[in-house]
């Protein structure tokens, strides 16, 4: 039981204002402790705090726009979302998207190599030469 009781410690979030940080902790705090009277003494050491969604979407956004018979980089990704030395992140969060309406068999390497997708190389190289970009 114990272990299970540790483990809803574990929690994440997701804050793009990190002024409203504190305003957030104490809610589910609270909202815990409602619950389960030992997450009131409980230390939060495990709490990770992830700032992030905000660029996920910032990233998504930018490659949904990259128009059929184009190609972007990861780093022009990245800077056109707000962070231009973020372009392993891009590579990292576009290999977790598996929405067919963002294309991101269009993103490739700053060195015109095509880098990876999560259907396979393969697949993508497929999908570039359907587009007539190889």
Do not use: W
Request: net charge positive.
């Amino acid at each position: 039981m114990s272990a299970i009781r540790r483990s809803l410690l574990e929690i994440e979030f997701a804050i793009e204002n990190m002024r409203s940080f504190t305003q957030h902790l104490s809610k589910a705090t609270c909202s815990c402790a409602r619950y389960d009277p030992y997450l009131r003494a409980a230390s939060l050491n495990s709490l990770r705090i992830r700032k992030g969604a905000g660029f996920a979407k910032k990233v998504l956004a930018v490659v949904k726009k990259i128009p059929r018979g184009k190609t972007m980089s990861y780093a022009v990704v990245a800077k056109r979302a707000g962070s231009p030395k973020a372009f392993r992140a891009v590579g990292s969060l576009l290999k977790k998207n598996f929405d067919p309406a963002i294309p991101c068999h269009r993103v490739i390497k700053s060195d015109g190599s095509l880098g990876g997708y999560n259907r396979g190389v393969q697949e993508k190289i497929r999908k570039l030469n359907e587009e007539k970009l190889l």
